[in-house]
């Protein structure tokens, strides 16, 4: 079995990310740099609502999900659930009795309790690329493969604007039954930049963003904190960020890409958030 690698990050008041924050700080507390890399699974143990964010990338052997110390469980779903996207090659995921095959941009959920997860890819030459994200369970739902045919596609601004784009809800109530989680794809159209402006928060929920789709020699600026306070990381193809319940999340690119959006709190309720007009951003 290949190797499996985790790391903890911790909460930061936003009146100290205002004032001690220089820009490698910022990436070290928010950036995640390495998602895949071969024959791995890496994790990032977020304070923020417990969120994990990571990726495996199964190449010439399988990976097993394994549970890692901050979770104190003998298996890794044994109070957690998780949504898994793939964004490589086709892949294929064994859970307990199940097994799923996921092509590039195809969703699955799995739900508290399921206890042995390993992925594989169907052909080493293009290995799948299963980005992860999980949280807290207090209930067993249902596992769920989820195509993205069968999102809920919203359309989104305008090229007038440089931020014309579809959102693709793939796991979100309605679709999928979860305790806490969500997860979709949001897919920038030629021409367009933007993405999530105007801007808002989630008092309620925190968010992690992973930029994909993102051409070589290009690059994404993605902006936080809060509104009247911004602060910005630079990001490269295949990276992530953490993003705060009291921080905004945008981001504009050197040229179109798409971004996994996943978030986790007190509701399910996607459209619960605390806009900030364009004018209000500083």
Not at 79 to 84: F, P, T, V
Not at 99 to 118: F, M, W
Not at 132 to 143: D, E, M, Q, T
Not at 249 to 272: P, R, V
């Amino acid at each position: 079995m290949g190797k499996l690698n985790f790391e903890e990050r911790y909460p930061v008041h936003p009146e100290d990310f205002r004032r001690f924050y220089d820009t490698q700080k910022i990436r070290e507390e928010f950036l995640i740099e390495k998602i895949f890399a071969n024959d791995e699974i890496n994790l990032v143990y977020s304070s923020y609502d417990r969120y994990i964010v990571g990726g495996a990338k199964p190449v010439k052997e399988k990976l097993n999900l394994e549970s890692i110390d901050p979770l104190k469980a003998d298996f890794f779903l044994k109070r957690r659930e998780m949504g898994i996207i793939n964004v490589g090659g086709k892949g294929i995921i064994e859970a307990d009795a199940e097994t799923y095959e996921l092509e590039n941009k195809e969703a699955l959920y799995l739900g508290q309790g399921t206890k042995d997860v390993i992925f594989s890819s169907a052909d080493k030459s293009n290995p799948a690329k299963f980005y992860i994200n999980s949280a807290p369970a207090h209930k067993a739902y249902a596992n769920k493969k989820v195509l993205k045919a069968n999102a809920n596609v919203l359309e989104m601004g305008s090229l007038e604007t440089s931020n014309a784009r579809k959102i693709h809800q793939l796991l979100v109530h309605g679709i999928v039954d979860t305790c806490q989680l969500q997860m979709g794809i949001t897919e920038l159209q030629s021409g367009s930049v933007w993405n999530t402006m105007p801007a808002h928060n989630h008092s309620r929920r925190m968010e992690a963003y992973f930029y994909f789709d993102v051409p070589e020699g290009q690059a994404v600026c993605h902006f936080m904190g809060q509104h009247d306070e911004t602060r910005h990381i630079w990001l490269l193809n295949e990276q992530a960020v953490l993003s705060p319940a009291w921080s905004i999340h945008c981001g504009a690119g050197t040229s179109n890409y798409s971004f996994i959006w996943g978030m986790a709190g007190e509701n399910l309720d996607y459209s619960d958030m605390d806009k900030f007009e364009i004018a209000e951003l500083k």
